[in-house]
């Protein structure tokens, strides 16, 4: 039988999702559903003065509407809100807990009716009266106010000394404005109390999260609580902590004693997390042969007033480039705005544009091919820990990628490249991320007909998790995949970590395979139990599970069925629940790497940008499935087009709102922007990562590739863009 | 979003009948532009009138060789109607290079006039707009105003016209048929939008109780040397920055005729005759190019973000103008812009 770990098998949940018969947390109907819609604050900043829900009240069909005057008890102390993903430090915002308003779009009251339109009708006649206070929402103008945090990573040696007396140095800040996910699927949650018992379906990248919050906010009993989220529309990060409509749909349901769904607008998604804007600065000081001697990266980013929000944006340097001097500085602005969240490579996207930015940039200064200035400082350890990889194939991405792409036909000066009216410009970046394995437990239930199934509570956003779970059990316990049934979104599975930080599939995995080989342990046992059984005096690790037996491994001939063993051992099942080893193993770095290579054609007098091409060449470890992976890193490289060329939350920093809070106006690229896009996925054995040797493919596709835009910009025009988006007006001086 | 009554018109007749008794109706075609502004609580009609069902639908060729278009033709079967992809095929592209297939499907021609303005405020109930509540202010004088106009704005309002069809339709001089309590009259499409002065809540100078019915094209359709570009930030699904639609009758390469209009930078479709005659006699060059653009942008004005419009619309009017020329006008699934 053919492996299923490596094939591109298509998804196990395709038909569900195309048919409609896959339920997201928006579509459990009960009977007797109550719809809630939010009113949401106007003003960024202030107090609620009075609310006016009475003409709301009259409304045909509207139950009640719940504020912070009326709602039922909540906890009330900080520790209560702290999810698996709170900032260290602050405090979690408290949904309709107080007359305080923290930001605009804040939810302030919740109506709610029989259906979901007059819920909405009804909302429009809530009066609010604020007492307004000053507020900041610009990261520029409140840049003085940064503050430092102590993440970053340690400096070493005298950076500042040796970019001083360096023979090539380039210094330059980077900003990136902004950003939202705007997954397809709203935010929703259904609430239904039942009996003391309360079940939640929520969209959520993590049920058991959801469900510890709930306990904690509501005072709940762990067994009291379920959360389900079997399908997600779409995540990318802003599914990782519980939002605001978990709360405000299992308030409504408990005030009501009824279920209650709370659905999102569109416009109300943009007051949950976001990209925090940030401004990096880098600093480079090169050798003149392009080896670096001076490395500083500093970042300022944006949080809210009340929690401190900030992740890894300056440490990347460290895991690509030597140098021997270096010094990270990470700084936040609180802004009265949501707290920032994380959002697809948090930290690597912005970081790393900025880092590979300035790489470009210096490969200019110093008259070099840009890829050659990351081999001349390629670095085979961590810098910051000074450890070597469990593997690094970041040399033959580069060398793939350059390859696919034809670059050594590139022209190294800018606008020596046309074709038309069109300046035709290739520039490339690195990329990295973490290959991190968090401690999972599956649950496997063989049945004696030889089906199998496979679960944990993990959430597939999307991303292919079903299938990918699917595969390895079918390998592992030696059955079709047809005979697998994967169960996830469910927080009374075994215990499963978020689904983020591309920790998933390694986790995951490797947790199936410790408890399929306790399966396997258990068939053999049965086996040797058997009548002059041909497997007597095998250990576990002697057999395998192929083609519906017990097999050993040396002698093929020795094999029982794994039917006949369980029917001679009186087993109609075997239940099995094991987790994965999680390496303490700090002698090693894990990471994943990738090299992206991409052609703009730019428009010389009238500044339109085509991305053209994009080959991303990336070595993540074994790749379970090409097919979903493939999709993956594409939808990746996609983002990175986005996030290049049109993605930009803008504010109207008088009012403190943002101002084009909708899909039309919020520009992500749509398919005329997507031309030619090459993955690659660079052959990279790695038993010293994890038993499997997954990776994870989650983060690693956006990373770099708006830093190898910008920089093929700049090849075809001679323009350096630092602030993103490069929309057309920064590209031509038209006045 | 308040609630309404929805009722059906049957014919013209019945659809005037029914606004004349309810000053708060408004009539639904598409319902593409209206439908989100209730959702919005930017519009509460008491009243909608459906007029989807009147029997408007026919594009026919007219005794004077032009064509009359039904009101309620919708955009996509407009743009791909022989006669008007023969004909008028400035007409056929600007319609495509609008909106998505989805949106073009349900749009109808009357209501592609009537769509209201995308500028951010009007969206925005948050926030003070003279066209959403007037007397209120104008938040994107000093706001965000990238997406906004540039020529012919007042102090009350800086708000563009989002339609690219309409940009065509002012370029091929379109008379545009009306029917309201006191009979039927036509408007000439120059005079049908208007400028925002101090009544930026009226875009158009039909009457409330008015109902378009058809949209006339005349004879001259600049089949041979015609061009519709549109600038927008990304390459599709996007209202303009800056459009330009261009039509020039030839005589070898001196120009007999000349029509050009702009989209995406006032609260109308922007012409300016003198900036038509600049072309007559002249030879299809840059320079003559160059002169019809600054007249056609005189007296253009920026607001901040969109500062960068004035010289984009030069630049982008010097390039439409040499692809009608040339007769290789702007593809729409091409995105290359040649």
Redesign the interface.
Known sequence: MASYIGSATSRVDGRAKVTGEAKYAGEFNVPGLVHGYVVES??PKGRIVRIDISGALEVDGVIDVLTHRNRPQMADNDDAYKDEVATEKGSPYRPLYDDIVLF?GQPLALVLAEDW?TA??AA?LVKVEYQKAPHVTDLHAERANAFAIDKPEEPRGDAEKAFASAAVRHEAEYFIPTEHHNPMELFASTAIWDDGKLTVYDKTQGVQNVQQYLCGVFKLKPDAVRVMSPYMGGGFGSGLRPQYQVVLAVLAARALKRPVRVMLSRAQMYALGHRPATIERLALGANSDGTLDAMTHEAIAVTSQFEEFARNDTGWGNLLYKSPNAKFEHKLVKLDVPTSCDMRAPGAATGVYALECAMDELAVALKMDPVQLRLQCYSDRDQGADIPYTSKQLRECYRQGAAAFGWDKRKAEPRSMRE???LVGWGMASGVWEALQMPTTVRIVLTANGHAEVATAASDIGTGTYTIMAQVAADMLGLPIDNISVKLGDSTLPQCPLEGGSWIASSVCNAIANTARAVRGDLLKLAIGMKDSPLTGTGVDDVALIDGKIISRRDATRAVSIASAMQSGNADRITREEANKVAEDKSRARNVHSAIFAEV?V?E????I?VTRVVNAVAAGRILNPKTAHSQVMGGVVWGIGMA??EET???H??G?V??A?I??Y?V?????VHDIKVIFVDEPDEIVNPLGIKGLGEIGIVGVAAAIANAVYHATGKRVRDLPI???KM???? | MIPFQYARANDVADAIKQIATDPSAKFIAGGTNLIDLIKYDVEGPSRLIDISHLPLRSVEPTSAGGVLIGAMVPNTDLAYHPLIEQRYPLLSRAILSGASQQLRNMASTGGNLLQRTRCFYYYDTATPCNKREPGSGCSAIDGVNRINAILGTSEACIATHPSDMCVALAALEATVHVAGPAGARTIAFADFHRLPGNTPQRDTNLEPDEIITAIELPPKGFSANYSYLKIRDRLSYAFALVSVAAALELDGDTIKEARLALGGVAHKPWRSTAAEAALLGQRTDAAAFAKAADWLLHGAKGYGHNNFKIGLARRAIIRTLGQAARGTPQSNSDKKIR
């Open positions: 106007t003003i605009s339109e909405r009708v429009s038309g009216s069109d054609r428009d007098q009238l500044g339109v085509r060329l049109h803008l504010f109207d008088r009012f709102r101002m084009n909708n039309a106006e520009h690229p749509v398919n005329a922007d929309t057309l007006d031509v001086q038209f006045n």
